[in-house]
């Protein structure tokens, strides 16, 4: 509902305005019913409220902006579902919707759910479950591309990580001689721009010989690179990759013995 409301405001409002939602607890009397043509019972309702400032709309459009198909937009620019997709979630809801418009007066439309008086009952407490693949320890994640590095990042932080992100070779190993990092693990891409990740794992384990090393590429070729060129025991994460298969191998790598990973 929220969408479908917020981009008919949006529409509404080519050379920009304001938009305002709201909430509010009100009490639906026999005289505010009918002031609005709500088919409602009198009594306690949540109240929804979305107002813009844009073109607004006449009579004949008012009468007509619920029904299906019905758009006043550009052929291309809008199906006619929108309001029509609102009103039938409300109306299963139990609820209803007023709408108040006027050309160049903007449009504000009311939404009105039942409410309900029933206490919530108390909540078993969470029992706090520590995940196998959690961890704390601090992990140096280089990925040249960007959503994939923010959201490898945020996997693994939320398992309890401590990670910096750099987006190439040279970041990391600014990161490992003057910002003091010391990292238990380097989760490196295979082929950047610039330093490789192979050639940065040689260097930053020159600086810190304890580092594991995990390998992550969409490329099958990169994996006889690693392993051809490179150590054999180090591991490569397959792109496109889950956060559960992320946090595993990143446990298996921190896990093994330093003699088995490279």
């Given at each position: 509902m929220l ?7 949006r529409?509404?409002m080519?050379?920009g305005?304001?938009?305002m939602?709201?909430?509010?607890n009100?009490t639906?009397?026999?005289p505010r019913?009918?002031?609005e043509?709500?088919?409602?019972r ?5 109240m929804l ?8 709309m ?7 902006a619920f029904e299906?198909?019905?758009t006043t937009?550009?052929l291309?620019?809008g ?6 997709t609102?009103?039938g979630i409300?109306d299963?809801?139990?609820?209803a ?5 006027g ?5 504000l439309?009311?939404i ?6 029933a206490?919530?009952?108390p909540?078993?407490?969470e029992?706090?479950?520590?995940s196998?693949?959690a961890?704390?320890?601090t992990?140096?994640l280089v990925?040249?591309?960007e959503?994939?590095r ?8 939320r398992?309890g990580?401590?990670?910096?992100e ?7 190993l600014h990161?490992m001689q003057t910002?003091g990092?010391r990292?238990h693990?380097?989760?490196?891409d ?7 990740g192979p050639?940065?794992?040689?260097r930053l384990?020159?600086l810190n ?6 390998y992550?590429?969409g ?6 690179a690693?392993h051809?060129n490179?150590?054999?025991?180090v591991?490569?994460?397959?792109k496109?990759f889950?956060?559960?298969?992320l946090?595993?191998?990143?446990r298996?790598a921190l ?6 990973i490279?």
């Open positions: 969408v479908n409301l917020a981009l008919n405001a529409d509404a080519p050379d305005g304001e938009l939602i709201e909430t509010s009100v639906l009397t026999e019913l009918r002031a043509g709500l088919g409602l009198p009594g306690f309702y949540v409220s979305i107002v813009d400032s844009g073109i607004g006449d009579e004949a459009t008012r009468e007509r299906p198909f019905f937009k550009p291309g620019k199906t006619g579902l929108g309001l029509a609102v009103y409300v299963q809801s139990g609820g919707v007023s709408l108040e418009s050309p160049g007066l903007g449009t439309v009311r009105y759910l039942p409410a309900t008086t206490i919530e009952p909540r078993a407490p029992v706090q479950r520590i196998k693949d961890g704390t320890e992990v140096l990925e040249d591309n959503a994939v923010d959201l490898t990042a945020r996997a693994l932080r398992r990580y401590t990670v910096y750099a987006r190439d070779g040279e970041g990391a990161w910002g990092v990292p693990l380097l989760l490196t295979v082929v950047m721009p610039g330093l490789s050639n940065l794992a040689a384990i020159q010989p304890s580092l594991r090393v995990l992550m590429s490329y099958t070729d990169d994996v006889a690693v051809g490179f150590w054999a025991g591991p490569l994460l397959q496109p889950t956060p559960a298969a946090a595993e191998r990143v298996l896990d093994a013995p330093i003699g088995e490279r």
